[in-house]
């Protein structure tokens, strides 16, 4: 059985992962083949081009590695449902929209799996926490 030697985060927008950095400067030195690794999420993302895609790869003695995707960021998920590039410079003084409670509902149940919380109550503040951050009122 082949041992984790490296664990790598990136991000990468779905469908469109390029040798280019970063993909090429993280994976080149832990010696993954960059275009199969390419190839490979490429395939399983078409669906999903565009949105930033959170990837963690385990990278083995062998060379070979696995990778698991994971929920879009929260602010990316914030932007999507409000239909805005960006958020606010400065989240207190200048706001960049409002979001619903059914919104944030909306939100929590795609990124649950991946929030460190134990209720969906407890999910939707952390949800309307970034929202916050972000220059983005509650509603």
Known sequence: ????????????????????????????????????FVTQFNEATKDKRGTIIPIELSVYDDRSFTFIMKNPPASRLILKALGLEKGSGKAKETKVGTITKAQIAAI???????????????????????ARSMGVDVK
Not at 7 to 20: D, F, H, Y
Not at 114 to 124: F, V
């Open 1 to 36: 059985m082949a041992t984790v030697v490296k664990k790598i985060k990136l991000q990468i927008p779905g469908g469109a992962a390029t040798p280019a950095p970063p993909v090429g400067t993280a994976l080149g030195p832990a010696g993954v083949n960059i275009g199969q």
């Open 108 to 130: 929590v149940e795609e990124k649950m799996p991946d929030l460190n919380a134990s209720s969906p109550e407890a999910a939707a503040r952390i949800i309307a926490g970034t």
